[in-house]
C-alpha cells in the first residue's frame, strides 16, 4: 500500500510535502491526522474536490484550507484510511490491491462516501469477479442501491434468470437425477442427491416466489422420469427373484432402497406439480409384483428396511387418494385400499416387534402410522357404504387387526349414517314431492 504512484510523484504520509492534513475523526476513538496532497485528493475524490475549491465564499482569509474533518465509525476508520492510501496507487495497482470481499466492501462503503469514482469502479470490478458467502451477498445488496449504473457488473450475477433458462436448468436436472440420459457420466451419490434437492427447492412455495412455474414441457419430462424410476425400481424387484443367479441379496437389496429414496424424492415434488396422480397411478399398476417378492417365502422374514420404506410410500399414496389431493373412482379407491390394507395390518406388529432398538431402521414413525390411520378413515368415509360394510366386516373378524390401523371413527358415523340413511332419503323425496318410490 506504500508504492509510490511514478505520475504523480507523491507519497502518501510524506509530511515534508504534504500541503494538506485529513482528519479521521471517529465518534467512539481519539482524532488521527493524516498528511496528503491536494492534488491527489482533488483528481480521485470530488469531495475532496469540492471542500478545496478556491471558492472563498465562505472563507474568512484568502488561504486555502490547510485541514479537513472527515467523521468515521470506529469500525470504518481502517477502511477510510486504506481508501485514502489507494488514492496513491496507479489503476493497475489499484486493482491487485485488493484482498478479501469483506474488506472491499468496507472500501466500497467510504469510496461512495467520499466519491472516489476510480476506486469505486475498482471496487466493482474485484467484487464481480469474486466468489462471495451468503453474508458478504447481503452486504453487496445493501450497496448496490447506491452504486445507481455502475452497479450493472454486480447485478448479473443475482439478476432473475428468464423462465426458458430456468426451464432448461431444471430439464436437465430431471434427466441426471432419474437416468434418463444414460450417457451421464457416473456421478456420485452425493451429487446427484444435491441435484435432487434443488429441484425441489425450485419448486417451493415458500416466502419466496417458486423459481419454476412447471409448464407442460417440464411436466412431461418429470413424467418421463417418472416412469423412469418405476422402470427401474421394476428391475430391482426381479433381481430380488434372482439374487443366485446375478447378483447378492446383499446388493440387490440396497438397489432396491436406492430405488425407493428415488421414487419418495418424487413424492416430495410431484405434489408440487399437481402430478401425484401419476405416482398413485405407476404404484399400483407395481403392486402385485411388489407384494409377490415381499411376501415371498424367501423375504418374509427379511428385507425389513426395504418394507418400511415401501410402507412409506404407500402413505403418500394414501394420503393423497384419501384426502382429495387426487380424484379417483370408487372402484380404483376401493381396489387400493383393499390391496394394501391387509398388508399394513400384517406388517405394523412385525415392525414393532422387529424395532426393540431405539435407533432400528426397521421402526415405523409413530407420525407416519397416525397419518396413514387417518388418510385411511378419510378415505373410506368417502366410499360407498356397500363398500364400507365389507370393509369394517372384515376389519372385526380378527381381534389383531382392531390395534393398526383403528377404524373405530369411521366406523361410529357408518353406524350413524346406515341408521338414519332410510330417514334422511324419505324425507328428501317428500321434500321434492316424489311419494312413490317405496324404500
Not at 465518534?27 to 475524490?45: V, Y
Not at 444414460?182 to 419448486?203: G, I, N, V, W
Not at 373378524?397 to 382392531?402: D, I, K, N, V
Request: negative net charge; aromatic residues 8%.
Amino acid at each position: 500500500m506504500e508504492k509510490r504512484s511514478i505520475a504523480q510523484g507523491y507519497t502518501f504520509g510524506d509530511k515534508n510535502t504534504s500541503d494538506i492534513t485529513i482528519l479521521l475523526k471517529s465518534w467512539e476513538g481519539r482524532p488521527e491526522f493524516l498528511h496528503c496532497h491536494s492534488a491527489i485528493l482533488i483528481k480521485k475524490s470530488k469531495f475532496f474536490a469540492d471542500r478545496l475549491s478556491l471558492d472563498y465564499s465562505t472563507c474568512r482569509t484568502n488561504e486555502p484550507m490547510s485541514c479537513i474533518q472527515v467523521p468515521c465509525k470506529v469500525s470504518e476508520y481502517d477502511h477510510y484510511l486504506k481508501l485514502l492510501k489507494l488514492m496513491y496507487l496507479s489503476e493497475d495497482s489499484l486493482l491487485e490491491s485488493w484482498d478479501s470481499v469483506k474488506s472491499t466492501l468496507g472500501v466500497l462503503r467510504a469510496s461512495i462516501d467520499l466519491n472516489c469514482n476510480s476506486v469505486t469502479q475498482s471496487c466493482i470490478q474485484y467484487l464481480e469477479a469474486v466468489p462471495w458467502d451468503e453474508k458478504e451477498e447481503e452486504e453487496v445488496l445493501k450497496i448496490i442501491p447506491k452504486l445507481g449504473p455502475a452497479a450493472v457488473p454486480i447485478l448479473a450475477r443475482i439478476q432473475p434468470v428468464n423462465f426458458d433458462a430456468a426451464k432448461n436448468v431444471f430439464i436437465s436436472a430431471v434427466r441426471f437425477s432419474t437416468c434418463i440420459e444414460r450417457s451421464f457420466p457416473p456421478f456420485t451419490d452425493e451429487l446427484k442427491t444435491s441435484a435432487q434437492e434443488q429441484m425441489e427447492y425450485m419448486l417451493t412455495q415458500d416466502e419466496d416466489a417458486p423459481l419454476l412455474t412447471a409448464d407442460e414441457a417440464v411436466r412431461s419430462e418429470v413424467r418421463t422420469g417418472l416412469i423412469n424410476l418405476f422402470t427401474t425400481f421394476e428391475s430391482e424387484l426381479i433381481s430380488m427373484m434372482q439374487v443366485n443367479l446375478k447378483r447378492s441379496a446383499e446388493e440387490a437389496e440396497k438397489g432396491l432402497l436406492q430405488s425407493l429414496s428415488d421414487l419418495e424424492w418424487m413424492c416430495c415434488m410431484l405434489p408440487k406439480m399437481e402430478m401425484m396422480k401419476d405416482f398413485v397411478s405407476c404404484w399400483a399398476d407395481i403392486t402385485d409384483k411388489l407384494l409377490s417378492v415381499l411376501q415371498n417365502e424367501v423375504y418374509i422374514l427379511g428385507l425389513w428396511e426395504v418394507k418400511v420404506k415401501v410402507i412409506e410410500l404407500v402413505g403418500k399414496a394414501l394420503d393423497a387418494i384419501g384426502y382429495g389431493s387426487i380424484v379417483l373412482p370408487a372402484p380404483l379407491r376401493v381396489q387400493f385400499l383393499k390391496t394394501w390394507l391387509p398388508y399394513l395390518r400384517k406388517m405394523k406388529p412385525l415392525l414393532d416387534l422387529k424395532s426393540k432398538d431405539e435407533f432400528s431402521a426397521c421402526r415405523l414413525d409413530a407420525d407416519l402410522c397416525q397419518n396413514i390411520e387417518g388418510a385411511i378413515v378419510s378415505l373410506i368415509l368417502a366410499l360407498p357404504s356397500g363398500d364400507q360394510a365389507e370393509i369394517f366386516g372384515e376389519w372385526m373378524q380378527s381381534a389383531e387387526q382392531l390395534s393398526f390401523p383403528d377404524l373405530s371413527e369411521a366406523f361410529e358415523v357408518w353406524c350413524y349414517r346406515t341408521k338414519t340413511a332410510k330417514r334422511r332419503l324419505f324425507v328428501g323425496l317428500n321434500e321434492a314431492g316424489n311419494h312413490t318410490v317405496s324404500l
